[in-house]
């Protein structure tokens, strides 16, 4: 099993490398309670037609060492790009689910776009979804907390009460068996009791909407109508308008899961994605070595 050290405390975090060293490179962070296994939807096809497909999972989740601090921002964009450069990829396209987006979007205002040429951000809980200031028709502070003291009592129960509106199965189409939905809870209650909360944390006070019109590169916002975890208008439809070169693909019907309920579709916009970042990668070599 792969494994690198976080370059902020030496952390020992996992990861997977799989398909082709050659092929164009994805890497993918997941939502928060989950590691690299969320993606086996995306990343099985896409390695086996040719692409790289890298997947972390952040510390205290799936694999990954469990630690008692880290769980800001900062922390988890330095331990993702860590894994850019412990690989030295470049050309890379990073795609992130839920509270992975902001860890895709804190790693680029941090660290830049040398080794990143576009970024996809699913089911995004970007640029924030509580009320602040900045966001004053985001969720009442008083139903977060909340919903924190049921998540702290019972993380088990929680995740079970949630789990028909985190795939949005009451749309049609969601078709989501009870032993996959048993699987991820369990996948869920691997993440460390702090590095759930810590997370959660982060969720919390997130507020970055004035990070996103300085991402310089292609951004591809996937979102679905139903996301009970990330409305819409709060999440996806901001970043689309505040990134300077951002597209919007909102599913009919898709919820916070739909990485496994819209799993065809996604895996495939993904890869056309990719594929277009991967030409335009070699037309512009091309020119800077005198081609046309």
């Not at 993380?155 to 048993?182: E, H, I, K, L």
Request: glycine share 10%; aromatic share 8%.
């Amino acid at each position: 099993m792969p494994y690198f050290e976080s370059p902020v405390d030496g952390t020992r975090l996992h990861y997977i490398d799989h398909g082709p060293a050659t092929g164009p490179v994805a890497v993918f962070v997941a939502s928060a309670y989950l590691g690299h296994e969320m993606w086996e939807y995306q990343t099985l096809p896409l390695a086996e037609a040719g692409f790289r497909c890298v997947a972390l999972d952040r510390r205290g989740h799936g694999r990954s060492e469990d630690t008692w601090s880290g769980y800001d921002l900062d922390t988890l964009a330095d331990d993702l790009y860590g894994l850019l450069d412990h690989l030295d990829l470049g050309g890379v396209t990073l795609v992130g689910h839920s509270v992975g987006t902001a860890e895709v979007i804190r790693c680029l205002t941090r660290h830049g776009t040398a080794r990143v040429d576009r970024a996809v951000l699913v089911a995004g809980v970007s640029p924030g979804i509580v009320r602040s200031p900045n966001l004053p028709e985001g969720l009442d502070p008083a139903l977060v907390r909340a919903d924190e003291e049921s998540f702290r009592r019972d993380r088990a129960a929680w995740f079970t009460r949630f789990a028909d509106d985190f795939f949005a199965v009451q749309q049609p189409g969601n078709d989501v068996s009870p032993a996959y939905v048993r699987h991820l809870i369990d996948r869920c209650m691997v993440a460390s009791p702090r590095a759930s909360t810590g997370v959660r944390s982060v969720v919390a006070g997130l507020d970055i909407a004035a990070e996103l019109p300085g991402l310089d590169l292609p951004v591809l916002v996937v979102h679905g109508t139903h996301d009970t975890s990330a409305p819409l208008a709060l999440t996806g439809e901001r970043v689309a308008r505040l990134v300077p070169d951002g597209t919007l693909k909102v599913y009919e019907n898709g919820g916070h899961g739909l990485f496994v309920t819209h799993a065809a579709r996604l895996t495939a916009d993904l890869r056309d994605y990719i594929e277009a970042g991967a030409v335009r990668t070699v037309e512009l070599a091309g020119e800077g070595a005198g081609g046309r």
